[in-house]
């Protein structure tokens, strides 16, 4: 039996969670390092809470050195503030629970969410439908020549979002709240 409520809380009354996820590579046999979430109230789009989690790798010898490197993976500081996979899945189903998740290209987080949970032996305590600002932005911006990649990057510099630390999961969850919010504007 599910722990969450999916159909008992209207879609307006679900706040929204803007979530990235950061990992030890592009595909889905790699890890999650870092979950960052900002829950925005389902009403007004303020922001409520957020939450920046770090994951502990158990296989960082099958990460890409790449993928680290982008990431400004720190095996200190991972040590130091990371959790276990489990505890970080739990505190992030914690966080998102009974809200939308929404994100830039959110197949890629999603599934490795998904991912964490069933290794995990957990299921979602968050809606089964989620929002993609990628494609928001593709349906706003295909017939001009603003946005060439429509990447997180590129939209944060259109709309004038800062974004602190660029692949860090947190910061890059704030810019897709702020993006969010300009997008919808137009």
């Known amino acids: 039996m599910k722990n969450y409520r999916l159909y008992d809380v209207p879609m307006r009354d679900r706040d929204l969670v803007f979530v990235d996820t950061e990992t030890t590579g592009l595909f889905l046999d790699k890890e ?11 009403k007004t789009l303020e922001l409520v809470s957020t939450v920046d989690i770090k994951i502990k790798p158990s296989r960082l010898e099958l990460a890409d050195q790449e993928s680290l490197r982008v990431v400004n993976f720190n095996e200190e500081e991972w040590e130091k503030e990371g959790v276990s996979l489990a505890e970080g899945m739990q505190k992030f189903l914690d966080f998102a629970q ?11 987080d999603w599934m490795h969410i998904q991912n964490g949970m069933e290794a995990c032996g957990l299921e979602p305590t968050y809606f089964y439908k989620g929002l993609d600002i990628f494609s928001m932005a593709w349906l706003k911006f295909k017939e001009t020549n603003h946005l060439e990649k429509i990447s997180l990057k590129e939209m944060a510099g259109y709309f004038g979002v800062e974004i602190k630390q660029h692949h860090r999961a947190i910061d890059d969850a704030l810019a897709t709240y702020h993006i969010f919010r300009e997008l919808i504007k137009i």
Do not use: S, T
């Open 98 to 108: 009974e809200g939308i998740l929404v994100g830039h290209n959110l197949a890629f």
């Open 32 to 42: 999650l390092l870092e979950i960052g979430a900002v829950r925005a109230d389902a």
